[in-house]
C-alpha cells in the first residue's frame, strides 16, 4: 500500500511545488527507465528494475542516468517550474545524490541543479527543487545509488518534471 501512494504521492508533491496561474504539464518516469551511465558488465550486474524502481545490490555505488523527454507545442519558451525524484536512501555512509542536467545541440551542460537525499532510513525520500529555466534542450538525471548497506539496497522509484505549458 505505502509503494502505491508513492506514485500518487510524487507528482502531487512535484505539482504543488509548481502552482501558479498557468495550468501545466506534468512529466512522471519509472525508475526502471534508468540505466547504468557506464555500461559495463560489474555496473550492469549490479543493477535490479522491478516495481520499485531500480535498485543498487553492489558492494560499491553505481551511477545511472535516466531520461527526461519533456515536450512542447506552444509558440513560446516553456519553462521547467519544479522537479524531484522519489528514493529509498539505505546507506549509512552516503546519500542518493542526483544531478538533473540540461544538454544543448553542441553536446554543452547549460543547466544543472543537484537533489539529494538526507540520511538513510525505511521511509520514501522526494527531494524537489523549482528549477525556473525554459525546457528547451535534452534532459537526464544521473544519479548516483549507494552501495548495500547489510541486506538492505538504495534505489530510486521514480522521478518527475512539470513545466508551465499549458495542454491546449
Avoid at 70 to 79: E, L, R, Y
Avoid at 90 to 115: E, F, G, M, P, W
Avoid at 153 to 165: A, D, I, K, R
Wanted: include cysteine; hydrophobic fraction near 40%; charge should be neutral.
Amino acid at each position: 500500500m505505502k509503494h502505491k501512494l508513492l506514485g500518487v504521492v510524487l507528482p502531487l508533491a512535484v505539482a504543488l511545488v509548481a502552482s501558479s496561474a498557468d495550468a501545466s504539464r506534468n512529466y512522471s518516469t519509472s525508475g526502471v527507465a534508468c540505466s547504468a551511465a557506464i555500461p559495463i558488465q560489474s555496473q550492469l550486474l549490479c543493477l535490479e528494475r522491478n516495481q520499485y524502481g531500480i535498485q543498487n545490490h553492489c558492494a560499491s555505488p553505481v551511477t545511472v542516468e535516466c531520461p527526461i523527454n519533456p515536450s512542447f507545442n506552444s509558440a513560446g519558451q516553456p519553462v521547467v517550474s519544479a522537479f524531484g525524484f522519489s528514493g529509498y536512501d539505505r546507506s549509512a555512509s552516503s546519500d542518493v545524490n542526483c544531478d538533473l542536467q540540461r544538454i544543448d545541440a553542441n553536446a554543452t551542460i547549460t543547466y544543472t541543479a543537484n537533489l539529494t537525499t538526507t540520511g538513510s532510513g525505511a521511509a520514501v525520500q522526494g527531494p524537489l527543487i523549482a528549477p525556473n529555466t525554459i525546457v528547451q534542450g535534452v534532459w537526464r538525471l544521473r544519479c548516483a545509488l549507494p552501495a548495500i548497506s547489510g541486506t538492505n539496497f538504495s534505489h530510486l522509484v521514480s522521478y518527475g518534471m512539470v513545466t508551465n505549458e499549458t495542454l491546449f
